[in-house]
C-alpha cells in the first residue's frame, strides 16, 4: 500500500501558473501515476496520467498544451505544472497510482483503474 500526499494548491490568478507535487510513501518507480480534479457539482476527471518510466503521458483535452505532468522516481514524486489557468481550472487536485500489469506503455486514464489516492489540494484560480 502507498500513501500519497499532495502539495502546491492554492489561489491565483487566471493566466497564472501553479506547480502541484505528489510525494509517495513507496517507490513510485512500482506505479502508474495519475492527476484528477473534481470541481464543484462535478463528477472527479481525469487531467493527465504518466506511465512507469515516464515516457508516456496523456492529457485531457481540456488542459492539452497548458500542463506538464513528470515524474522523479529518485525523489518519489510526482509534479502537475499548470500554465495559463483559467476559472474552469478551479477543483480540488488528486494524486493516483495504479500498481497495474501489463504494457510500460499505458497510460490509465479513469478513476477505477487507480488503487490508491490523496486527500486532495484545492486549486482555485480568480478571474
Known amino acids: 500500500q502507498v500513501q500519497l500526499v499532495e502539495s502546491g494548491g492554492g489561489l491565483v490568478q487566471a493566466g497564472g501558473s501553479l506547480r502541484l507535487s505528489c510525494a509517495a510513501s513507496?517507490?513510485?518507480?512500482?506505479?502508474?501515476m495519475g492527476w484528477f480534479r473534481q470541481g464543484p457539482g462535478k463528477e472527479r476527471e481525469v487531467v493527465a496520467g504518466?506511465?512507469?518510466?515516464?515516457?508516456?503521458?496523456y492529457y485531457a483535452d481540456s488542459v492539452k498544451g497548458r500542463f506538464t505532468m513528470s515524474r522523479d522516481n529518485a525523489k518519489n514524486t510526482v509534479y502537475l505544472q499548470m500554465s495559463s489557468l483559467k476559472s474552469e481550472d478551479t477543483a480540488v487536485y488528486y494524486c493516483?497510482?495504479?500498481?497495474?500489469?501489463?504494457?510500460?506503455?499505458?497510460?490509465?486514464?479513469?478513476?477505477?483503474?487507480?488503487?490508491?489516492w490523496g486527500q486532495g489540494t484545492q486549486v482555485t484560480v480568480s478571474s
Open positions: 513507496r517507490r513510485t518507480s512500482s506505479y502508474r
Open positions: 493516483a497510482a495504479d500498481r497495474g500489469y501489463g504494457s510500460v506503455s499505458y497510460v490509465p486514464r479513469e478513476v477505477n483503474e487507480y488503487d490508491y
Open positions: 504518466i506511465s512507469w518510466s515516464g515516457g508516456n503521458t
